[in-house]
């Protein structure tokens, strides 16, 4: 089965920084790459599906990139509303494996 | 509005039986596919299983051995998991989530706000 690993595990940045999180997976998945942001004690939300496509409602400093196996989340100036941990996910195929997931903190 | 809400969960002792069920409403579920997923206290997403929209594929993820077992009824517009044989590190948030309905597998645009599952002696 394909891995997906996440870095880095957490971080921690100054409101107006650029956050850039790095999803890699074992092998090559097209561009079938999801990224969630999950807000501490709720639900996840669906930020970017297909590699770069911007879910509806979502903030423009939100960014994707990438294809085959490596790919970019990118929080252009970040937001105290942004502190959450991010998910992403390969669904080329099953299983529909979830990276270990990259705690975003306000410094 | 489009809802998925989930029942079911609830304390159950080691090797026995629940079943989670999830409602939709808002859109027309027989045209999307549905997926399980659960997180383990402070732990992260893991995908549990998915379903096509008319339930002719189901997908397991492989940890599960059998024990979970996935159906939907679109009449009804629900979704079900059963879970057997279950075990301590199956204690979970169990999530319902949408699919689009363009690929039997795809990225989960709708969430239900999960139901807890403990399993304890």
């Known amino acids: 089965d394909i891995q997906m690993t996440q870095s880095p595990s957490s971080l921690s940045a100054s409101v107006g920084d650029r956050v850039t999180i790095t999803c890699r997976a074992t092998?090559?998945?097209?561009?079938?790459l999801a990224w969630y942001q999950q807000k501490p004690g709720k639900v996840p939300k669906l930020l970017i599906y297909?590699?770069?496509t911007l879910q509806s409602g979502v903030p423009s400093r939100f960014s994707g990139s990438g294809s085959g196996a490596d790919f970019t989340l990118t929080i252009n100036s970040l937001q105290p509303e942004d502190v959450a941990t991010y998910y992403c996910?390969?669904?080329?195929?099953?299983?529909?494996?979830f990276g270990g997931g990259t705690k975003v903190e306000i410094k | 509005e489009v809802q998925l809400v989930e029942s079911g969960g609830g304390l159950v002792k080691p090797a026995g039986s629940l079943r989670l069920s999830c409602a939709a409403s808002?859109?027309?579920?027989?045209?999307?596919?549905m997926n399980w997923v659960r997180q383990a206290p402070g732990k992260g997403l893991e995908w549990v299983s998915s379903?096509?929209?008319?339930?002719?594929?189901?997908y397991y993820a492989d940890s599960l051995k059998g024990r979970f077992t996935t159906s939907r009824d679109n009449a009804k517009k629900s979704l079900s998991l059963q879970m057997n044989s279950l075990r301590a590190e199956d204690t979970a948030v169990y999530y319902c989530?949408?699919?689009?309905?363009?690929?039997?597998?795809?990225?989960?645009?709708?969430w239900g706000q999960g139901t807890v599952v403990t399993v304890s002696s």
């Open positions: 379903i096509s929209a008319t339930g002719s594929y189901i």
């Open positions: 092998q090559g998945i097209s561009n079938y």
């Open positions: 989530a949408r699919s689009s309905p363009l690929r039997p597998l795809d990225a989960f645009d709708i």
């Open positions: 297909a590699a770069a």
């Open positions: 808002g859109f027309t579920f027989s045209t999307y596919s």
């Open positions: 996910q390969k669904y080329n195929s099953a299983p529909l494996t």
